[in-house]
């Protein structure tokens, strides 16, 4: 995907829900190992609105964030694992470094962080506000995060 371009199907189901007036949310990560916290987090975010978009970095993207031995998770995986939880609604990959591009594509009515952000360090928020939307931090589940899942298999090997 370049620029602001959404893929047509994503495109056209978003379309569809804001003629239904449906509320969009969105958040974003790379979700390669999904925990409890994930579930968490995904299930209370949906709660704030009609639909839950997940915009979700590609494999590149990820080991430029944060190394070569990331993802453990290939791409296709992670859509197949986020898209069977009944709290998403869309999964829309991303290759660039921050979802900007797509959250300016899409302008959700809520965008949703978790809660090692603050308002001024979220992407997109500006536009998000800009265009009437809301933007809300919301706190981890604690205990749970990818990096310390994968410290945790590391030592047990």
């Known amino acids: 995907m370049s620029g602001a371009t959404l893929p047509e199907s994503a495109a056209a189901t978003i379309a569809a829900w804001r003629q239904a007036d449906q509320r969009l949310v969105f958040t974003n990560g790379c979700f390669d190992l999904l925990h409890p916290g994930h579930i968490d987090y995904l299930t209370r975010a949906a709660a704030l609105g009609d639909k839950l978009i997940i915009g979700l970095n590609d494999d590149d993207s990820i080991r430029r964030l944060k ?91």
């Open 67 to 157: 190394g070569a031995s990331r993802p453990i998770n290939p791409l296709q995986d992670r859509i197949t694992m986020l898209s069977a939880l009944r709290a998403v609604d869309l999964v829309i990959p991303f290759a660039e470094d921050t979802p900007a591009q797509l959250i300016a594509a899409i302008l959700p009515d809520l965008l949703v962080k978790g809660g090692d952000y603050t308002l001024d360090t979220i992407v997109g928020a500006r536009e998000v506000q800009a265009a009437g939307g809301e933007v809300v931090v919301m706190p981890f589940l604690p205990g749970y995060s990818s990096s310390r899942l994968i410290e945790r298999i590391c030592a047990q090997s």
